[in-house]
């Protein structure tokens, strides 16, 4: 497998030939983006929480932002002249979605490799879009994907590969769109603590670089899970996670993290029954709907607020809304901790 980074971008990749060629995607640009951030419970008489709300954007979550990105640039860089462009990723879920609804929409066609775990319903919905799919087994879990991606492009070179985990588009649109909006969103303030998920390393690399302007000692705590932490020297599992964010296995790392951020953060090992009992928690607290990644987030995000003072502020990220599928499940496993515990 290749890990090395490629594309470096000192801004968003220019939209002017994706919307000359393809006016319609000229409406999502407008919704997308601008999420609200908000100020969501947390510890008292310490530092204050806020959380970017990403479920608002036009095709639900914070991959549509990187999905936009990887279009525009892959518009760019290709000659219509010689043929039709055809795109191929990996991704657990959310980035195939948001590719496959833009492809549709602009007639290209899109190759999604998933892992087999994912629901029904995802899959249902890459299908009414036309989207190839090709499934690898989970308990290959990240790795599984991403090696299996390459070797599609490898042995049929019609399809772009856009490599989110190595794409330096990826941090470029988290650090000049999600950070810049969050900097301005703090009207004149700074953020004190910076809290993500590891996931591809995209957001949590490329809004620290956006915050540090305004804070050099910017305190960073990234969520992992629990089941598969980043730079675990186990073998990569099929044990359930929360969404969005595990490690590889056998000791290797995000290179975002890895490469591109000038030290290492620290990590906070969330569980998957604690990130959707979370889930639940935050949803009684607020009427808001949260996903797995982002319950871990608000979780890790207490943690980091409890080390700091009440004039203070931790800045977390909310991917997605989740399902009611697992925020029941969070209730029924929260009733049962609430049971054993009395």
């Known amino acids: 497998m290749n890990f090395e980074l490629f594309n470096p971008q000192d801004n968003l990749p220019n939209t002017e030939k994706a919307f000359s060629l393809f006016p319609q995607l000229e409406e999502v640009y407008a919704s997308l983006g601008n999420t609200p ?22 095709f639900g979550s914070v991959k549509d932002r990187v999905a936009f990105g990887l279009f525009c640039d892959a518009i760019n860089k290709h000659d219509f002249s010689q043929g039709e462009l055809k795109l191929l990723d990996a991704s657990g879920g959310n980035m195939a979605k948001a590719l496959a609804h833009l492809g549709y929409m602009c007639g290209i066609p899109v190759h999604a490799v998933i892992p087999d775990a994912v629901s029904e319903k995802l ?7 036309n989207a190839v799919i090709t499934t690898v087994d989970y308990n290959f879990f990240l790795l599984g994907v991403l090696a299996r991606g390459q070797e599609i492009a490898h042995d049929d070179s019609s399809w772009t590969l856009l490599s989110q985990q190595l794409n330096l588009v990826n941090v470029a649109v988290h650090q000049y769109q999600t950070g810049a909006e969050i900097r301005r969103q703090l009207n004149g303030a700074h953020a004190d603590g910076w809290v993500a998920a590891v996931g ?78 979370a889930m639940y928690e935050f949803f009684q607290l607020t009427g808001i709907k949260i996903g797995p990644s982002a319950a871990a987030n608000w979780k890790t995000a207490w943690k980091l607020a409890e080390t700091m003072t009440p004039d203070q502020k931790v800045v977390t990220l909310f991917a997605d809304a989740g399902t009611d599928d697992e925020r029941e499940q969070g209730r029924e496993w929260f009733n049962q901790l609430k049971t054993s515990n009395t």
């Open 37 to 58: 951030l908000i100020s969501v419970p947390s510890p008292e008489g310490k530092a204050s929480i806020f959380a970017k709300l990403e479920s608002e954007n036009p």
């Open 200 to 277: 591809t390393g995209g957001t949590l690399a490329g809004v620290s670089a956006a915050l540090r302007q305004d804070n050099p000692q910017l305190k960073i705590l990234a969520s992992t899970p629990k089941e598969l932490p980043y730079g675990s020297l186990a073998a990569p599992n099929g044990k359930k996670k929360f969404a969005g964010a595990g490690g590889f296995g056998w000791g290797l790392r995000q290179p975002f993290i890895n490469k591109f951020m000038p030290e290492e953060p620290s990590f906070n090992q969330v569980s998957y029954e604690e990130a959707i009992i």
């Open 123 to 129: 899959v249902e919905e890459l299908k009414s879009v």
